[in-house]
């Protein structure tokens, strides 16, 4: 069984971050690891508060995984201030897991920042160089490579641009788009487009962290990383058409916990 690493904030409704990366990770077969970056009080509805986990405590996390458990890949998601994406940063440089899926979360779906104005800098500098994947959504590409995205060709652009500084490959979403949710990947070398459906629907909370975490399992188990962006955002698709309806707000996706018995996964 493969594991992988999530490091990422909490939601204590369950949608997003470290519970959704979780979920995500075991309904791929995987063995689930956690380290928490901030504690997040969050629910369908938005982000009330939060408190960032001091950094010695994120690095004795990371130590105590990484002394004990081989990581096959690791997820990164809410890094909010400089010192966690130093700290983290310096672990991954130390460890050195196979694949670092970097989800580069700045705002909520309910419009709170995530991550703070002087951060932006410290992540493009310190966290996107050798990350095998970074994976901003259009408001995200946005801020990286300062201009305005709106057509394909313009998320062409950007994901080439964001690439230029330093990660193996991005991959740019288009959840928010209205036209449609095609989501493009420029591997280094050519860009993939992975058409789909924009889907009309509030129960899209966590769409992001799930496909993240999907694509470092899928990476862990050895699918390349085309097949591994395909099938990661198959996963949120069928996740967004089966989205439960809890809570008053954006609810969370639906889970496949039975994926893996299904599709025979190792
Ligand atoms: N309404 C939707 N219909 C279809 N696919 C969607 C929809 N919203 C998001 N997706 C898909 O979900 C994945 C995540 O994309 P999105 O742009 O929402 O990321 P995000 O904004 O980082 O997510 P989050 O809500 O966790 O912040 C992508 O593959 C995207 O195409
Ligand atoms: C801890 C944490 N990480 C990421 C998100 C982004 O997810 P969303 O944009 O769906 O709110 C979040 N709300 N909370």
């Not at 460890?95 to 909520?108: I, Q, W």
Request: a negative charge; hydrophobic letters at 40%; glycine letters at 10%.
């Amino acid at each position: 069984m493969k594991h992988v690493l999530s490091i990422a904030g909490t939601d204590p409704s369950g949608g997003a971050g470290a519970a959704a990366d979780c979920k995500t990770i075991c309904a791929h077969g995987c063995f689930a690891l956690n380290t928490i970056t901030a504690v997040v009080a969050q629910n369908t509805q938005g982000v009330r508060e939060y408190m960032d986990v001091p950094p010695s405590l994120i690095a004795a996390q990371l130590d105590a995984v990484f002394e004990d458990i081989p990581v096959h890949a690791v997820k990164i998601g809410m890094v909010s201030v400089p010192e966690t994406i130093r700290v983290i940063a310096a672990k991954i440089a130390q460890y050195k897991p196979p694949f670092t899926v970097v989800d580069p979360v700045m705002v909520a779906t309910g419009g709170q920042r995530l991550l703070a104005p002087e951060a932006e800098r410290v992540l493009q500098e310190e966290l996107i160089p050798g990350a095998t994947l970074l994976t901003p959504n259009i408001p995200e590409a946005e801020v990286l490579v300062r201009r305005p995205i709106s057509t394909l060709d313009d998320m062409e652009t950007a994901a080439r641009m964001i690439a230029a500084m330093g990660a193996k490959a991005v991959l740019i979403k288009g959840g928010h788009r209205i036209e449609d949710a095609t989501d493009i990947l420029y591997d280094g070398t050519q860009c993939h487009y992975f058409p789909g459906k924009h889907i009309e629907s509030t129960g899209t909370h966590g769409t992001g962290c799930s496909l993240s975490s999907a694509v470092a399992a899928n990476l862990a188990r050895g699918l390349s990383l085309t097949a591994a962006v395909k099938e990661a955002k198959t996963y949120v698709f069928r996740g967004i058409c089966h989205a439960p309806a809890i809570g008053k707000g954006h609810g969370p996706i639906h889970h496949f916990y039975d994926l893996y018995h299904t599709v025979g996964w190792e």
